[in-house]
């Protein structure tokens, strides 16, 4: 049973703000805590589930030796944000963000420049995870990565995929990056250009990529169309997949 | 101004029962009701738009000689979908949507195979679009390519492709088809093996591949991923995505 405080507080972490504020965030559905569970449990706060979920799963949750409570349906509504809350949810805190050097000679990571919808956030969460890329990096306007739409559209990709949050000339101070791809019309063909390691920069859903960071790309590629194309762009979740694909071909496959 | 009459008979075509039982669909938006005058007039009903827009596209809406009536922005609103009604509405016939022979031995085409989401349908759409695949396919139960959502989210590809709902094994009765594409577990790589023209069944979200249709396929295809990767796959649209990119590099860039 949860008390109107905990109700409320978890109410609370709905927003941004607050969220930010505690440095906590939640995760919901029967599969993601699961998961959460199985490969982050050091950063579950709590565990908030259905009697049915906790019978089920009562092994798991007593090796993790997380806090949980039994809540009834009618509570789990109140917290979720789900239209169709599903048996958990979990409070967890932020997961550390503090970016590992990467080897940029042989490996390949994302900077989004302002990716602002949280479905576009989380199909390229889930996009990096397939490709491998466990490291990636955004903008500091970019969207949230804890907002409860990005947490679920990325199936998981959140509990594997690593978010820093720099501007880029900041990450290119500290990390040593000699190739910095970003797809600009009227350039060389993603597919015969010798893809290289290196930073992949994805634009703004509207606007693309901001002028102060075209100038740090010095890999400009195009993601080439057939000539009979009438569509005058492709989205960015879209575009991060062609492009992560044609990488993860010529670098991996 | 709109009569009480006309703008329940433009409501109507929210629904798909009414806009099949009419063959009539809604276009909205400047860009989208720009292109459709310029591309497709021969299939507009009408076009209702704000003094604004008749006066900024006087031209255009002469030359093309359509029926017009010019409402104020509350009437829009009323026949409208969008959150924000977009100075023009189109109400327009369906498209003939009979299906012309494709040259299967060098071009290549989709089935979308119980796609139920119209953002997807809309991407998937806008893919086709850019990759040159002006003829598509979908089985009877695909989303319906006249719901709203799938004309506003595929940017205008909606004019610009064709879509044929019909059966797989009708399809392959019907046209010369040596290779069936499909994505399954466990099959070579999309990105070694050497692609032809054929066509390509795309899986519903959930479901993927209908097992009947699985039968049909000669051709399987794997869209490889990182061993580290732990996403279980990749939504439609996105390996849509990927499987189009890689056809268009190996048969047509």
Redesign the interface.
């Known amino acids: 049973m949860l008390s109107k405080n905990q109700t409320k507080e978890i109410q609370f972490l709905h927003h941004k703000k607050y969220r930010d504020q505690q440095k906590k965030f939640i995760v919901e559905g029967i599969k993601l805590c699961r998961e959460m569970m199985q490969t982050k449990s050091e950063s579950i706060e709590s565990l908030y589930c259905t009697e049915h979920f906790f019978t089920t799963n009562q092994t798991l949750i007593s090796q993790t030796k997380i806090k949980y409570s039994i809540v009834e349906e009618t509570g789990l509504k109140k917290i979720s944000l789900l239209e169709t809350p599903n048996e958990a949810l979990i409070v967890a805190h932020y997961f550390d963000d503090s970016s590992k050097p990467l080897d940029f000679q042989n490996e390949f990571s994302l900077y989004l420049d302002d990716i602002r919808d949280p479905g576009n956030m989380g199909?390229i969460l889930?996009?990096a995870?397939?490709?491998?890329?466990?490291q990636i990096f955004a903008s500091p306007n970019t969207c949230d990565c804890y907002n409860p739409k990005v947490v679920q559209s990325s199936?998981?990709?959140i509990?594997?995929v690593n978010i820093s949050y720099q501007t880029l000339p900041s990450i290119l101070e500290n990390q040593k990056i000699d190739h910095v791809y970003g797809a600009l019309f009227n350039s060389p063909?993603l597919?015969?250009q010798k893809l290289s390691g290196g930073l992949i920069v994805i634009g703004n859903e509207a606007n693309g990529i901001s002028e102060q960071n075209i100038q740090l790309i010095n890999k400009a590629i195009t993601?080439?169309?057939?000539?009979?194309?009438?569509?005058?762009s492709?989205?960015a979740?879209?575009a991060t997949?062609?492009i992560l694909?044609?990488f993860?071909?010529q670098l991996?496959?």
Chains 1, 2 share one sequence.
């Open positions: 199909t889930r996009l995870d397939w490709f491998g890329v466990h199936m998981g990709a509990l594997r063909s597919y015969t993601i080439p169309a057939s000539p009979a194309n009438g569509s005058e492709l989205n979740a879209m997949s062609i694909s044609e993860f071909r991996k496959a």
